[in-house]
């Protein structure tokens, strides 16, 4: 139900939306409502809370004026509770009064503590845990394209952090404006009974409480907008100084990235402090309003008790310690005000995730034809990372099943992107690119990457065990299958010589394995999957050529039956390829073999030329 409530667009039955702003209130306000039930739950006791308050006040309230009737017989008894017996005398009558409060005070601190409980398993155990779910999920839904133009700062800090927004506002502004709501009729039934005029004067104070939130609402909500953005950046900062920090300390620049964190901590600071200058302002005020309406209690209400129009305990002092109870919650009410601002800029930024369009999904009606023989076309395609700046130019060619496709180009040239079209990581601007004829755009996308196996140029590995690390894309796995996939790879014999061989725990990103050992595990995953189709990012980037010669070698038998896309510059592999594409700025140059590029004066010819003998031809 909260999938339904986060993902769910205003119907025209909903009332208009102005504004982002009030956008993203209807659908925190719809999300509550999903939860309607457990709310109910929480307002229920927070009711009982509320009438054993002014129980209490009331029981004193009445004592005081029991014990003014029992010094002077001529000052009327009150109006006893129904649990005081009839004929109880004075003595009886007090017992009778203090056991009900102790009851009253008792019963409430049990059902708050109940409604503590209740509150941390609801909002704590079940929204925030749901709505990272959520966010997680849709994560791994959305396409390169949002991972490119988004700082990995940025998302870490929404899933982690503006998560709680959600909570904040049904705990903080929901539940909090219903508890306030609640507290506030009861106290104001109770003080009308007993005096509308005294009830009136008191309450003379609201108008400007209500009209100087409202003001502090409408400067602050900018400002906590503007502080998740700093928020971001620093966030960004750190990680990225974590994660390059042999570079940092390579160059000797600890002093300078010292300099921009406390740059980004300050500019923070500063910030801050322009909305603690407004709550600095807005406390003292709304609680000098409650003061006010305290001294017009003690001197009307005073000149009321004189003149015997009210009486001393149930009236003035009830209507003291109800009034306390109304200024707390109008108190609380800038609470609210405060916590309505953090939740919306946190929601806002939430429900920017959820509602990114994924850019490349699985098309409806799209259907699994089966096991592919691997005949891979690219016919005119045309792509762009961002607009306006093509990285492709309408390439065309075709890669028989079985065939090794290998491309050469300069830097830049596109060949890494060229490989992110076949398992559609990204959709061409035109053109189509086919898979056995099957447009790939028509394939279930989970099926297609299934038949794809990657080596990117830059391997991540996950912190955990190297077997783990092998079987990610199949994790039931046996371990003959993990271990075959490893020799093909060149990497059982350093993975059996670690003390704890294929159970040997990874660090971050394999920080413990050279670069070349990362490679060749990384190669092991993609075999692992057998997949149809093979694509290696310049493999033996990373490897010295007596490596790269054992891991070639041990991969021709993988390659059997397999179409596979190698982005190759060394001549050893270049080759081995059955064809060759040549891109330069994008553009599909030279199509051929080794030997064929060779005997034309082209680009590969010339590249080969500078590579084996620094000649230019």
């Not at 003080?191 to 009830?199: E, F, G, K, V």
């Amino acid at each position: 139900k909260l999938a339904c409530a986060l993902t769910r667009m205003p119907a025209a039955s909903d009332p208009p939306i102005a504004d982002s702003r009030e956008a993203t209130l209807w659908r925190l306000l719809r999300i509550a409502w999903s939860y309607r039930s457990d709310c109910l739950q929480l307002l229920g006791l927070q009711l009982v809370v509320v009438f054993l308050t002014v129980a209490v006040i009331a029981l004193a309230g009445v004592g005081i004026d029991f014990v003014r009737h029992c010094t002077d017989r001529a000052i009327p008894a009150p109006p006893l509770p129904f649990f005081v017996p009839a004929d109880a005398t004075d003595k009886a009558v007090f017992v009778w009064l203090g056991a009900g409060i102790l009851v009253a005070a008792l019963l409430r601190a049990i059902i708050s503590y109940v409604f503590g409980l209740v509150s941390v398993r609801f909002l704590h155990g079940r929204i925030v845990v749901n709505l990272r779910s959520q966010v997680f999920a849709k994560l791994q839904q959305l396409s390169f394209r949002f991972f490119d133009s988004n700082a990995s700062g940025s998302i870490i800090n929404r899933v982690t952090s503006d998560a709680h927004a959600i909570r904040l506002f049904i705990e903080g502004v929901v539940l909090q404006l219903a508890i306030i709501t609640i507290t506030l009729v009861a106290c104001s039934v109770y003080m009308l009974r007993t005096d509308w005029r005294l009830t009136l004067a008191c309450l003379s104070v609201l108008p400007f409480q209500i009209w100087f939130a409202i003001r502090f609402s409408r400067k602050v909500r900018p400002a906590y907008e503007e502080n998740r953005e700093l928020m971001d950046r620093m966030v960004l900062g750190f990680s990225e100084n974590v994660q390059g920090i042999q570079v940092v300390k390579g160059f000797a620049l600890e002093p300078r990235v010292m300099g921009r964190f406390a740059g980004w901590s300050e500019d923070i600071r500063l910030q801050k402090r322009k909305v603690f200058g407004e709550i600095a302002l807005f406390w003292p005020v709304i609680d000098g309003l409650n003061r006010l309406s305290m001294a017009i209690l003690i001197g009307y209400g005073g000149w009321m008790v004189a003149r015997g129009e009210i009486a001393l305990g149930t009236g003035l002092v009830a209507f003291a310690g109800l009034l306390q109870q109304f200024s707390a919650q109008v108190t609380t009410l800038a609470s609210v005000v405060d916590n309505a601002q953090v939740s919306l800029a946190g929601a806002k930024r939430i429900f920017e995730i959820l509602d990114t369009d994924p850019g490349v999904a699985t098309e409806p009606g799209a259907a699994s034809p089966g096991r592919f023989l691997g005949r891979v076309t690219f016919e005119n395609v045309s792509f762009e990372y961002q607009e306006n700046a093509t990285v492709l130019h309408a390439l065309s060619f075709v890669a028989e099943p079985g065939q090794r496709i290998a491309i050469a180009g300069a830097t830049g040239a596109g060949k890494s992107a060229l490989l992110s079209l076949i398992p559609r990581f990204y959709d061409p601007r035109s053109g189509r690119v086919t898979l056995d004829g099957h447009d790939i755009r028509a394939l279930p996308l989970p099926e297609l990457r299934r038949q794809v196996g990657m080596v990117f140029q830059e391997n991540f590995l996950f912190s955990n065990t190297i077997a783990a690390n092998i079987a990610f894309g199949h994790p039931d796995a046996t371990q003959e299958r993990i271990e075959r996939a490893a020799r093909i790879a060149g990497a059982h014999t350093f993975i059996m010589a670690l003390p704890e061989g294929y159970e040997t725990f990874l660090g971050e990103g394999g920080v413990n394995l050279s670069g070349g050992q990362r490679q060749r595990i990384a190669i092991a995953r993609a075999l692992l999957l057998e997949p149809t189709v093979l694509l290696l990012d310049d493999p033996t980037s990373a490897i010295d050529p007596e490596t790269e010669k054992e891991i070639m070698e041990a991969m021709e038998a993988a390659m059997v039956g397999r179409t596979t896309f190698i982005v190759a510059h060394r001549l050893s592999t270049l080759r081995r390829a059955d064809q060759i594409l040549v891109l330069e700025h994008g553009k599909l140059v030279q199509v051929g073999t080794h030997a064929q590029l060779m005997a034309q004066d082209g680009h590969y010819r010339r590249a080969i030329l500078v590579q084996s003998e620094g000649v230019v031809a």
